[in-house]
């Protein structure tokens, strides 16, 4: 008689690259000067420096470089370039951020989840999960 065992197996369930870079910006708060539930943090009204870090992931379909890390990396880069960058920084959140570049990034990467971490100095930030999805478009 053949003795049936059972022995652990792992296979992926999701498959992910994610790249870092870093942006030096200027940002302010500007309701923390109005708001008397921000007094002790008022002085976020006034414009102040960060070197925002990011850390993008994206659902990959499979273990060959579906997305290669460099170019990606270098895509992200690429929409903050002087001049001729897509997005600012400006005087946004760290969610603002995170959203701002999902929405470009959707352009060229559709039908993939992506998790966008910014913080601010490697501090303190957001980390935002999206979900691709189909919507229509008129006119």
Known sequence: MIEKRIVPAIRPTTRRIFVTFQKE?????????????????AFLANEHRHMFHFRVMIDVEHDDRDIEFLQFKRHCESLYQEGNGTLQLNHKS?????????????????HRRMT???SEDGENGAVIDFEPRMEPVYG
């Open 25 to 41: 910006g200027l940002h302010r708060y500007p309701a923390a000067s109005e708001d008397p539930r921000l007094a002790d943090v």
């Open 94 to 110: 760290c969610e603002m951020m995170a959203e701002d570049l999902a929405q470009e990034l959707v352009k060229k990467y559709p």
């Open 116 to 118: 966008i971490e910014v």
